[in-house]
């Protein structure tokens, strides 16, 4: 399918997702059955599309790395690229992390809500689960690469894609005919992609009917301003980025902007920056990345560089604090940003990710987990922004590195 219809569609079922969830909420009223029946019934078209998408990525990105690592020649090369990478994952984090920080102190979302303080121990659903080194290191090492692809561990599956693609290049000659079938699965892998595709404008309508069936468009006015304003930031996280992305590839960087606009409304309808994966994936070398850096530094960015995720972390965690009048030291918040700066890695593994990391850094501020609960029933429509975000952070990544290794071809 075309590019252009594809987001024509995507649109349109956007439209028509907010008319039919909006007419049967007003239809429905307060019957929470009735809700329910309908919002299970639109969850099914989504639930298949962004099962479909989970069944194509493990063997896309095991496919796609492994022959791009293989084609790179020795480990020096994977070492200078992976170093580079990471080098620009934490400058962005860094950047997120402190821009959330920034805005929110600058526009105090929470401090006219002026709540009065729960019991601490208030408990808000959301299991906290920040992860600690032990944690991170046994996520990341996978003790199976058959369970890494089975749970969708991206992390995981790069990893042993670094390994087995080294040893290919090792090999030489004698790893061709290898290198050659998992190039044949990798374009197999990508034909099917765009047959996922196709399913896309159906999984966007079930997505946006559900939400604003069991929500009500209502939410938004209640909570308008303190979305507008976190809409306003990650604004601003998106214009630095482009910003940074233009002086260091030049300014064919805005024609990338236009070129992934269909992965990003894929992202944002359906408030998942994986089922954007493939599409983005596409759209790189399409722009003229080669397929052995995207296809090694897009799925590395999964974990490391949610550029969107992390802002919403330090903007969430302060605009809770304001909400309950807890004031916060310059200390606390920059040691906020640090503990975020570490905890987030890896989040991409945990189920309502940004939900968990904010509520174990809550606790660590004797800041009230119940404020969570203020966020609840918006998050759906803040993920669709942290979502799209992290498909423009990771597709300039890409870019730059690419641009840094000369792997940047000129169309």
Same mark, same amino acid.
């Given at each position: ?43 099914? *078209? ?11 990525? !493990?063997? /896309? ?27 620009? =994952?934490?400058?962005?984090?860094? %950047? ?8 929110? +102190?600058?526009?105090? &979302?929470?401090? !006219?809500?002026?709540?009065?303080? &729960? ?21 990341? $090492? &996978? ?19 670094? =390994?087995?693609?080294?040893?290919? !290049? @090792? ?7 290898? $290198? ?9 892998? *990508? ?10 404008? #159906? ?47 030049? &300014? ?23 089922? !954007?994966?493939?599409?983005? /994936? ?13 296809? =090694? ?7 490391? +560089? /949610? ?11 302060? =605009? ?9 030291? *310059? ?18 593994? %945990? ?14 501020? +004797? ?14 429509? #803040? ?18 590195? @690419? ?9």
């Amino acid at each position: 399918m075309k590019s252009k219809k594809l987001t024509a569609l995507i649109l349109v079922g956007m439209l028509l997702g907010i008319l039919v969830g909006y007419l049967f909420r007003q239809h429905a009223g307060d019957d929470a059955a009735a809700i329910k029946s309908f919002v299970d019934g639109m969850s099914i *078209l989504t639930d298949i599309f962004l099962r479909l998408i989970k069944m194509i990525i !493990a063997p /896309l990105v095991i496919s796609t790395l492994v022959v791009g690592i293989a084609k790179m020649g020795d480990a020096k090369s994977v070492g200078r690229i992976g170093g580079k990478t990471m080098g620009w =994952f934490i400058g962005a984090s860094l %950047v997120s992390l402190t821009l959330g920080l920034i805005m929110v +102190n600058i526009l105090k &979302p929470g401090v !006219a809500l002026n709540l009065p303080l &729960p019991d601490l121990h208030a408990d808000s659903g959301i299991k906290a689960g920040a992860l600690s080194l032990k944690d991170f290191v046994t996520h990341a $090492i &996978p003790k199976s690469v058959f369970e890494a692809m089975a749970n969708n561990e991206i992390l995981q599956i790069v990893i042993f894609s670094v =390994f087995f693609g080294s040893a290919m !290049a @090792a090999l030489g000659d004698r790893a061709k005919a290898l $290198i050659d079938v998992i190039d044949v699965v990798a374009h197999v892998m *990508l034909k099917v992609t765009s047959y996922v595709m196709n399913f896309a404008p #159906l999984a966007v309508f079930g997505a946006i009917a559900a939400t604003v069936a069991k929500e009500g468009l209502s939410i938004l006015g209640t909570y308008g301003k303190f979305m507008a304003q976190f809409y306003f930031s990650i604004g601003i996280l998106w214009a630095l980025l482009i910003a940074v992305g233009v002086l260091i590839v030049g &300014p064919r960087l805005l024609h990338l902007m236009g070129m992934i606009k269909e992965p990003l409304l894929l992202s944002f309808t359906t408030a998942s920056s994986e089922a !954007a994966y493939p599409k983005t /994936l596409e759209q790189l070398e399409r722009f003229g990345v080669s397929n052995k850096i995207a296809s =090694f530094v897009l799925p590395m960015g999964y974990s490391f +560089n /949610l550029d969107g995720s992390m802002m919403y972390c330090t903007f969430a965690v302060i =605009f809770i604090a304001q909400a309950y009048g807890i004031d916060l030291t *310059l200390a606390q918040e920059i040691s906020m940003l640090l503990i975020l700066m570490l905890t987030s890695k890896g989040m991409a593994g %945990v189920p309502r990710a940004s939900l968990v990391v904010i509520a174990a850094t809550l606790a660590q501020f +004797n800041i009230p987990e119940a404020g969570l609960l203020l966020l609840l029933g918006i998050d759906h429509f #803040l993920d669709m922004g942290r979502s799209a975000t992290n498909v423009v952070g990771n597709s300039i990544a890409t870019a730059v590195v @690419a641009k840094w290794e000369g792997e940047l071809k000129r169309h």
